[in-house]
């Protein structure tokens, strides 16, 4: 199975900064995902992350707001740009490797003040 | 396009009694379907996963789930609930469109001593 590292597990950042998340794997994987939990709540699948093309973004989530890069098989970054408190969440990225294997981040807790 | 419905968001038993966790989901076809736990602040666990080989899935810690097309369920068991699976349940099935897990609501599980 693959084995991701996210980075930071947790913030607290001001309103109006961005923060930038990191997602490293420990194998090449296709196909990569940001997906956010809010308080109490879900999953919500915000992009899917393409290794040398742009990210395909969900319905209500905008590249502005969420840029995501994805410069190798291995590695993406979530930008949380123009932060305010309805940022506040769990963001977690995750993978999927063979056939059906899906493996999630330990997750970022994001608070915003 | 896919839905799924968790019946119960909360589900409270005792220790030692059986688990029934509820999950129904929209397809015109058969998906592929996975059962998630979270436990408190930790991240993402796979119980189980049916990708269209036996009905009956038996994943870890003793839970099994049954795929029922003519009833389009995917409920989670276990005969014997233990205060370590007091947590968060999610069915998840995976979209046709681009491998995209597609989160249920979630059902809430207490363990009463």
């Known amino acids: 199975s693959a084995v991701i590292s996210q980075k930071p597990s947790r913030d607290i950042c001001q309103r109006g900064t961005s923060l930038t998340i990191q997602c490293q794997v420990d194998?090449?994987?296709?196909?990569m995902f940001w997906y956010r939990q809010q308080p109490g709540q879900s999953l919500t699948l915000i992009a899917t992350?393409?290794?040398?093309?742009?990210?395909?973004?969900e319905s209500g989530f905008v590249i502005d707001k969420f840029p995501i890069s994805r410069p190798n098989l291995t590695f993406s970054t979530l930008t949380v740009s123009n932060m305010s408190p309805e940022d506040s969440s769990i963001y977690l990225c995750?993978?999927?490797?063979?056939?059906?294997?899906?493996?999630f981040g330990s997750g970022t807790r994001l608070t915003v003040v | 396009a896919q839905s799924v419905t968790q019946l119960d968001s909360h589900v409270s038993v005792s220790e030692g009694t059986p688990v029934l966790l509820r999950c129904n989901y929209s397809s015109s076809y058969s998906p592929s379907l996975f059962w998630y736990v979270q436990h408190p602040n930790k991240g993402l666990q796979l119980l189980l996963k049916y990708t269209s080989a036996a009905t009956l899935v038996k994943g870890i810690n003793g839970f099994e789930a049954e795929f029922k097309k003519s009833e389009t369920s995917f409920h989670l068991t276990k005969p014997s609930a233990h205060m370590s699976d007091a947590a968060e349940y999610f069915c998840?099935?995976?979209?046709?469109?681009?491998?995209?897990?597609?989160f249920g609501q979630g059902t809430e599980l207490s363990v009463k001593p």
């Open positions: 995750s993978v999927v490797y063979g056939d059906y294997g899906y493996t």
């Open positions: 992350a393409n290794q040398g093309s742009e990210a395909t973004y």
């Open positions: 998840v099935p995976l979209s046709s469109q681009g491998g995209k897990l597609i």
């Open positions: 194998s090449q994987v296709t196909m």
